[in-house]
């Protein structure tokens, strides 16, 4: 293999066992991973990550005393991928997708693991780590107030401000997103959006469609009902969805007969 198509790796588990089996995944199923070191806390994690600086962290999110995300505070240089592993449906599973970063539940799968894999590699080779870790820390900082998000596009990780967007749009397997700062074509499907963003004032009201509440401005309730947004464009309303629209939406909306 070309030595760019190879990465080096540690993995950060206070289960032996479970570090111990993934270790065989890996060389079983993974060969382009060069393993050099398990750590079994979050201060032998933070040693062993300044001694080997290794491209890629398999970072168990609940360590004994601490978590991973206590452990990637502690670091400076975060330029590795990290893939996060973790028994659970974890509460932090959502700031780890807004950040764009990866996650492996236990039982780890071993597709899931090939592609994680993969796409360190192509991380690394593009050198596009720090900034999805720091998006993390930061958003995770600041409690449930998640602030921005990292949005996945074929011209890689472009980070937007939540206020920002005004609407999504469902385009095939794709979402195009419509924000203040310019519009953007995401390799994730609205559905996913969805369930990122409804606890941000983000109400689906058509299939195609999730709008942000506060950026619409005129409400027309005739029998094809539609939104006016903030940017002028006209969104549809699915019956199904009228009734429960007029109650979300506050005072601040004109409603046009």
């Known amino acids: 293999q070309k030595h760019s198509d190879m990465i080096t790796a540690v993995i950060i588990d206070d289960e032996i066992k ?34 080997e600086q290794p491209q890629l962290l398999f970072l168990d999110i609940e360590l004994q005393t601490s978590t991973g995300f206590d452990l990637l505070n502690q670091l400076k240089d975060l330029n590795f991928s990290v893939v996060f592993t973790t028994a659970h449906q974890h509460y932090a599973l959502k700031a780890i997708k807004f950040a764009a970063l990866d ?60 206020k920002n967007i005004i609407y999504c749009k469902a385009d095939g397997p794709y979402t195009k997103i ?7 074509l995401s ?18 009201l058509h299939k195609s469609y999730l709008v942000n509440l506060e950026e619409i401005r005129k409400y027309k309730k005739s029998e094809d009902a539609f939104v006016i947004m903030s940017n002028g464009d006209t969104v549809y309303v699915s019956d199904k969805k009228k009734e429960e629209l007029i109650s979300r939406l506050s005072t601040q909306v004109i409603f046009v007969p």
């Open 187 to 204: 390799s994730t499907n609205l559905k996913e959006f969805e369930n990122l963003l409804e606890e941000f004032g983000f109400f689906r």
């Open 103 to 162: 996650f492996l539940l236990k039982p780890i799968d071993e597709d899931e693991l090939k592609e994680a894999v993969n796409k360190a590699i192509k991380q690394q080779q593009e050198n596009s780590t720090n900034r999805n870790i720091e998006l993390l820390i930061n958003n995770l900082n600041q409690k449930n107030n998640q602030k921005k998000i990292a949005i996945s596009t074929n011209a890689g990780i472009i980070v937007v401000e939540i």
């Open 18 to 51: 479970k570090a111990n089996y993934l270790k065989e995944m890996l060389e079983r199923s993974t060969p382009s991973v060069i393993l050099k070191g398990i750590a079994t806390s979050a201060e032998e994690g933070i040693k062993l990550i300044i001694k």
């Open 178 to 184: 419509y924000a203040n700062t310019g519009d953007l």
